[in-house]
């Protein structure tokens, strides 16, 4: 899978120390102090974000933005953004910044360990650790955040108080006598490791101009605790039971309308994946299942219809073709005709005259899905 990515350069120079990526999920605030360049970059923002909506949905958007950037901005952040999901139907959020912190004693010259020694101190009920990147090793501070949300901007119309989920890692780049502070936080908290995982994979892109690390990308210490940066992508477990025979029901299906005689190869195994959807949006952990198989010792002139048979059989059940190519490969979804239990199942299959063989896979809903268009998030 090719991952999409936004290269963030952390400082405004020409040949910035600290680079890092951020998966296309997320939406980049624009951080500027000009009060009429920021309002208008804000409503460019919000039509990008719900290209579907409308100028009350839009304004709103704005509206709840503007103080939300203004304190950034006035905090010196070199980037900040956000994203919004689905996650298993309920709507979801979190937000990352960076910047560079020189407000520490002795900045110039902290390791990791000194960082982490220093934030214990600073604040013994949070977890402090100190972990490995790729590009070296980091102090990470995991602290809920209360924030009081002025009347304005929620729901109510009355002030309320909001309870963050926040990860902070301090990198320190001592070649440059700086350290670089990149923090995610989420109202979200039921989704923690959703976000945790993610974060972990945008922190683990830092790059640092000049220096050369042999650390190799994933390994790093833990964090014990509800609130924990991942040991590293985590094997992907075994999928769900139901999710399994959910899939073998499907494959069943699609062998009864290919109706070819042969010998079938595996099959027996379903397995988790990260669908390429999420894997763009950097996650890596499961959030689908797949189940593989092929026939073969077919007859060429059985192969020839094999296809075509099952695309009508599923087409007739209001599934649809994603993807066809020179009549030998296919992939099909159910559409919004097919039965709601069958809604997110694909598959793709091909054959191999030459070889004889009809290779299938289906796959299951991904649980993680876009946000819809009408949802609002300041």
């Known amino acids: 899978m090719t991952e999409a990515v936004a290269e963030v350069a952390l400082g405004a120079d020409e040949d910035p120390p600290v680079t890092f990526r951020v ?14 360049a920021l309002v208008e970059d804000l409503a460019d923002l919000a039509a990008e974000v719900y290209p579907e909506g409308d100028d009350e949905l839009w304004l709103r958007f704005v509206m709840m933005s503007i103080p939300l950037v203004s304190e950034m901005v006035e905090a010196g952040m070199s980037y900040a953004g956000f994203c919004l999901l689905n996650v298993e139907g309920q709507r979801s959020t979190a937000t990352v910044t960076a910047t560079f912190v020189d407000d520490m004693p002795q900045v110039k010259t902290m390791t990791a360990k000194d960082l982490a020694d220093h934030l214990a101190a600073e604040s013994p009920d949070s977890e402090v650790e100190v972990i490995t990147l790729a590009a070296g090793e980091a102090a990470v501070r995991l602290a809920p955040e209360v924030r009081r949300l002025p009347g304005e901007i929620t729901d109510s119309g009355r002030p309320e108080t909001l309870t963050l989920g926040k990860i902070s890692v301090f990198f320190p780049v001592p070649d440059h006598g700086e350290i670089g502070l990149f923090e995610l936080s989420t109202p979200c908290l039921d989704d923690w490791n959703l976000y945790s995982e993610l974060f972990f994979n945008i922190v683990n892109t830092i790059e640092v101009t000049g220096r050369q690390t042999d650390t190799p990308a994933g390994e790093h210490s833990s964090v014990d605790g509800p609130m924990a940066l991942p040991q590293s992508p985590p094997p992907l477990p075994d999928p769900d039971p139901a999710v399994a025979q959910a899939l073998f029901w499907y494959s069943s299906r699609l062998m009864d309308a290919a109706a070819l005689r042969g010998q079938v190869h595996g099959g027996q195994q379903v397995e988790s994946i ?3 959807t999420c894997w763009a949006k950097g996650l890596r952990s499961a959030c689908s299942a797949r189940h593989g198989w092929s026939i073969g010792s077919v007859m060429s002139g ?20 994603e993807t066809e190519s020179a009549g030998n490969r296919a992939r099909v979804r159910a559409g919004d005709e097919a039965p709601e239990q069958s809604a997110g199942y694909a598959f793709s299959a091909s054959v191999d005259g030459e070889a004889g063989t009809f290779t299938a896979e289906v796959t299951a809903p991904c649980s993680r899905a876009a946000a819809a268009a009408d949802s609002l998030f300041g």
């Open 302 to 321: 059985d192969l020839m219809h094999a296809l075509p048979r099952a695309v009508a059989a599923f087409a007739s059940r209001g599934w649809q073709t």
């Open 23 to 36: 998966p296309p999920a997320f939406f980049e605030y624009p951080l500027t102090a000009d009060p009429e």
């Open 274 to 276: 990260t669908c390429e």
